[in-house]
């Protein structure tokens, strides 16, 4: 694991070029190190288990295996942040039921962005989403959601953060797609109260921003601890 404040990053992906590239800006950012590289899903998982990497960042469509399926392999040596140019819905949630933690898509982050998501990974505060990915996950619990409650096994999950009725409310609304506009509106708070409200929700989850806590709360990504 990491040595010395150092983050043990592979890199997978078909495309030498990509790979190239992302290996350079890692190691250029003076607390990565890329300790291996792979151009198919078949091969990461071999080479994850030699080098035992911290976060493996993971393209989807690559020959022999693809990314989607090495997920559930490479999840259970490494946190697994998938990084691709795909942000069909249908294959976020694939990704992320097969253990991904994390789902970026190209162009839709910065260096910086992309340099913390990694960070923040290794030390288990954060699932990087893509607004694709976020998207994916809350259609998929608007699709899933009781009209009246929910499930009594997610609500007793639930219970363990210990959030106060308004603030489930909140949640609730968040996770449904409401800016704080609109959630100050359908409850009748000021803008303010709803940032504060979720600020509190962040700290309660463990969490360090809204998509992670929609992930958290819907209980589609897989927890902090490994």
Do not use: C
């Amino acid at each position: 694991m990491s040595d010395g404040g150092r983050h043990r990053v592979m890199v997978v992906d078909d495309n030498p070029v990509v790979r190239s590239g992302l290996t350079a800006l890692l190691e250029a950012s003076g607390d990565m190190d890329v300790v291996a590289e792979a151009g198919d899903g078949r091969n990461a998982v071999e080479r994850a288990w030699q080098v035992m990497p911290d976060v493996v960042l993971l393209d989807v469509r690559m020959p022999r295996v693809d990314g989607v399926s090495a997920a559930q392999a490479l999840s259970k040596i490494s946190r697994v942040i998938m990084l691709t140019h795909i942000d069909e819905p249908e294959v976020v949630l694939s990704a992320i039921r097969n253990g991904a933690v994390g789902y970026l898509v190209h162009d839709t982050f910065t260096v910086d962005e992309l340099l913390t998501a990694i960070r923040e990974t290794v030390h288990q505060q954060a699932h990087p989403l893509s607004p694709a990915a976020v998207t994916a996950l809350i259609d998929e619990a608007k699709s899933n959601r009781d009209a009246v409650s929910v499930p009594s096994d997610r609500t007793a999950e639930r219970t363990r953060f210990g959030l106060s009725v308004r603030e489930e409310e909140v949640m609730d609304l968040v996770t449904q797609g409401h800016t704080n506009r609109d959630i100050a509106l359908r409850l009748f708070l000021t803008e303010k109260t709803v940032k504060n409200h979720l600020n509190r929700i962040y700290t309660k989850l463990g969490v360090p921003n809204r998509a992670s806590a929609i992930a958290t709360w819907l209980g589609v990504l897989p927890g902090a601890e490994r």
